[in-house]
């Protein structure tokens, strides 16, 4: 099976899964049976694939472990693995991702997931990474953001997305531009810069690779 017959496989188990536990444990959570559905829906899948397709010829042989922050239930983790076997950190403040993530990234060995504030776990290690991902960038204060990339070594790749979609209330870091992202970063090298159209056509998503 390709990866997205294994991820919507497993994206159903987890639901099923869900579903079985609510009969007995008035604790759980069944609204996370849509969220599933959500983490797995064309815009998340579109924007990762346009991510992955652009960062695997930057995946050199330097790269010995990667962070992705911010992981949600693993999916970016579960595409990256398709190209690399090198050890994936999936960081997610939320410990319900790490539970349902297992659920969604089975059969993956190289991936770990952590419940963590993903910027917290950052800069406890900032030098153990040689690539971060963060797809979601409009969800951290800037200043967080300007820490990541003095903090991190200095041939440590970045691949950061953002986007202009103001009006939702935890988009706290939204851009106008793809060139005001990524001037807002203050790299020292851009390796690669695009923005793409989400298919919903609601907004656009923005990506930048660089040091």
Not at 90 to 96: A, C, G, L, Q, T
Not at 136 to 150: G, R, T
């Amino acid at each position: 099976m390709n990866y997205k017959e294994v991820l919507y496989e497993n994206a159903l188990q987890a639901i099923d899964e869900i579903y079985k536990r609510s009969q007995y444990d008035p604790d759980e959570d069944l609204y996370r049976s849509f969220d599933i559905i959500n983490s797995v829906n064309k815009n998340q899948i579109a924007s990762k694939e346009w991510l992955i397709e652009n960062l695997v010829p930057f995946l050199h042989d330097d790269i010995k472990k990667v962070c992705v922050m911010g992981g949600w239930y693993g999916l970016s983790a579960l595409m990256l693995a398709q190209h690399t076997n090198v050890p994936i950190d999936s960081v997610d403040y939320d410990p319900e991702t790490k539970r349902i993530g297992k659920l969604l990234t089975r059969g993956y060995d190289n991936i770990q997931l952590i419940t963590e504030d993903a910027a917290d776990w950052f800069f406890h290690k900032p030098k153990r990474y040689q690539l971060i991902v963060n797809t979601s960038c409009e969800h951290i204060d800037q200043i967080d953001l300007d820490l990541m990339v003095a903090m991190k070594r200095e041939d440590t790749i970045i691949c950061f997305q953002s986007n202009n979609y103001h009006s939702i209330q935890s988009h706290i870091n939204t851009h106008n531009s793809l060139d005001e992202f990524v001037d807002s970063l203050k790299l020292t090298e851009v390796l690669f810069k695009e923005e793409m159209k989400a298919p919903s056509g609601q907004y656009d998503r923005y990506m930048v690779i660089g040091k």
